[in-house]
Every structure is written in structure tokens, then in C-alpha cells.
């Protein structure tokens, strides 16, 4: 069994927290998915520390960081990259887009369209993009922070099913508390403090936490645990959707990354019970043509799996 090196999460946590104030349990949930080998959406409304979350990570973590910000007419092209004809030499070459990085940060991720969002699919699954009949690697470690406005805003586009199904997590950030934003006003004075955090955690650093969570030992009773909760989605009466086999893995790896957060090289129940709703809500779907009340319905549904379900003892 290899070890997790907590004082290195703790220093990660504590350095994102210099200026995400008042938000533990957020801070915790986008380093489970970090050190998960996932991805994380984050979806709130305008302003309440998004995209200073996303940056937050990427500027602690001493790897590229690339941030892009979506928009309507983006291409795929934009994303990926291009082939580039050259005459001297009589044939194309590749020109890499910014999706070749460690940490990419796409911002407001639905406000593209379906087409350019779908660029991301096999990079966000299988660490790799295809072109022109070309397959090309991405660097390790890999991580998408994408942030999203709710979709009933103007201007933006739903993110397809087998779109969130390759995010690990989706959380939200949520207002602060009025003395938390009182903070928040102080330490804005002289600019954003986003942009003075240093690095704590290596590229190689983050490699090796990665490896060991992968380490961290899940029993037997809490498969069926896991399995159990995700067929509890196929079976409702109120979902069209349950989870997928990939969503039962993302599971699978989540808890293990929160065992590790925690401090345990094993998973208890309550890892799963507190992942239950970042990890499956956003994997099912409701019945029903309106979509306002769609994450609000989700949510309630898979609490009421998580408490009908037997917890392993």
C-alpha cells in the first residue's frame, strides 16, 4: 500500500484558501477531483468566484496552465488546433491549439456551441486528440476546469449528456457570508490576489499523489455500495437517464481521492455518501420537457437513493 503525502494536500488546500475564503468543503471537492485524475464544472451564477476558484489551482500547481475563454463563434479548430500548409516544404503541419497544456481553464464552457464543446470529449477522456487522421498524445497530468453560468442565462448552451459525464465533479461556489465578503472587499483593495499565488505543488508532485489515491483500498461491501446507488438511478421512476458504467468508475475513483483528502489510505461509507451528489447529479436526467428545475430535481432524487439505500456495516 503506498502512503498519501497529506502535508503536501493540506499545503494545497491551505494555499488555494489564501483566496477562496469561507469555502472548505468547495476547496476539498475540486482537490478530490484533481487528484482523482477527473475533471471538474463548477456552475454558479455570475460573479461569486468561479473562475477565481479555477485559477486558483491552476496557479498553484507549478504546470502550463491555459485558459480559454469560450464564446459563441469559437471553433474547434480554436481548441485543438490546425493543420497549416506549408509551401516551402510542399505538405501540412500541425499547429497545436491550447487544449496541449496540463490545466485548462474553460470559462463559461456553455456559452459555445455544441459543436466546440464536443472538441473536448476524447481529450477530456482518453488523454489524446484526433486530427486529420492523426492521433496526438496530451501531456501528463491532464485536468479541465470548466466553469459554467446556469443554463436558463441568455446566451448559452446546454452541455450534452456524454459532455458532463466526462467531468468527475460538478459543484457549485455559492455566496459568502457577509463576513467572509467583508474580507473579500479588504483583500481586493490593491487588485486580485489570485495573481500574486505561487506555485506549492510540482507537476512530478502531483503525478505521484495521483498514483498512490489510486492506491487507497476500497472493500468489497462498498463496490456493491457504490453499485448499488448507481442502479438505484437506473431504476427510478423519475429518471429517463441513470448513471452510465463510466459514471460508476468516476465513483469509484472519487471516493478514493476523498479517502485520501481525508487522510485514510481506505474508504468509509460516508466518502460515497458525501460524493453521492457531485458525482451522479449531473449524470442522470429527469423526466420531463422542463429543463429549469433539472439540477434542483437531480439533486433531490439521488439524496433520496442515498437514503433508501442499506450503508455497508
Same mark, same amino acid.
Request: net charge negative.
Given at each position: ?159 450534452? @449528456? +456524454? *459532455?458532463?459525464? !466526462?467531468?468527475?465533479?460538478? /459543484? ?7 463576513? =467572509? ?110 429543463? @429549469? +428545475? *433539472?439540477?434542483? !430535481?437531480?439533486?433531490?432524487? /439521488? ?7 442499506? =450503508?455497508?456495516?
Amino acid at each position: 500500500m503506498v502512503s498519501v503525502d497529506g502535508n503536501l494536500i493540506r499545503l494545497l488546500e491551505s494555499n488555494i484558501a489564501k483566496v477562496i475564503l469561507g469555502k472548505p468543503n468547495v476547496i476539498r471537492l475540486a482537490v478530490v477531483a484533481l487528484l482523482g485524475e477527473g475533471h471538474l464544472l463548477i456552475e454558479d451564477a455570475p460573479g461569486v468566484g468561479k473562475t477565481a476558484l479555477a485559477k486558483a489551482i491552476a496557479q498553484s500547481l507549478n504546470c502550463v496552465f491555459t485558459r480559454l475563454q469560450c464564446t459563441p463563434d469559437m471553433l474547434p479548430s480554436d481548441i485543438i488546433g490546425s493543420s497549416v500548409f506549408l509551401p516551402n516544404k510542399g505538405e501540412f503541419e500541425f499547429r497545436k491549439g491550447p487544449l496541449f497544456t496540463n490545466v485548462l481553464l474553460a470559462d463559461e464552457i456553455n456559452r459555445t456551441t455544441p459543436r466546440t464543446q464536443s472538441a473536448l470529449l476524447e481529450a477530456m477522456n482518453e488523454h489524446q486528440v484526433s486530427i486529420d487522421g492523426q492521433t496526438y498524445g496530451l501531456e501528463h497530468p491532464f485536468f479541465v476546469l470548466a466553469t459554467q453560468n446556469p443554463f436558463e442565462f441568455e446566451g448559452t448552451y446546454p452541455l450534452p @449528456e +456524454n *459532455q458532463l459525464d !466526462r467531468f468527475m465533479l460538478r /459543484i457549485d461556489v455559492g455566496y459568502p457570508e457577509r463576513s =467572509v465578503e467583508r474580507e473579500v472587499l479588504k483583500q481586493h483593495r490593491e487588485g486580485e490576489p489570485v495573481d500574486h499565488l505561487q506555485p506549492v505543488l510540482s507537476s512530478d508532485q502531483l503525478k505521484s499523489l495521483q498514483a498512490s489515491v489510486r492506491q487507497v483500498r476500497v472493500d468489497e461491501s462498498l463496490n456493491d455500495y457504490i453499485l448499488e446507488l448507481v442502479h438505484g438511478t437506473r431504476r427510478h421512476d423519475e429518471l429517463v437517464l441513470g448513471v452510465s458504467t463510466r459514471g460508476a468508475l468516476t465513483f469509484y475513483r472519487a471516493a478514493q481521492s476523498r479517502a485520501a483528502v481525508e487522510g485514510r489510505d481506505y474508504v468509509i461509507p460516508d466518502d460515497i455518501k458525501h460524493l453521492a451528489v457531485p458525482v451522479l447529479a449531473h449524470r442522470v436526467v429527469c423526466r420531463g420537457l422542463i429543463r @429549469e +428545475n *433539472q439540477r434542483e !430535481r437531480a439533486t433531490g432524487i /439521488i439524496r433520496q437513493i442515498v437514503d433508501a439505500t442499506p =450503508v455497508p456495516t
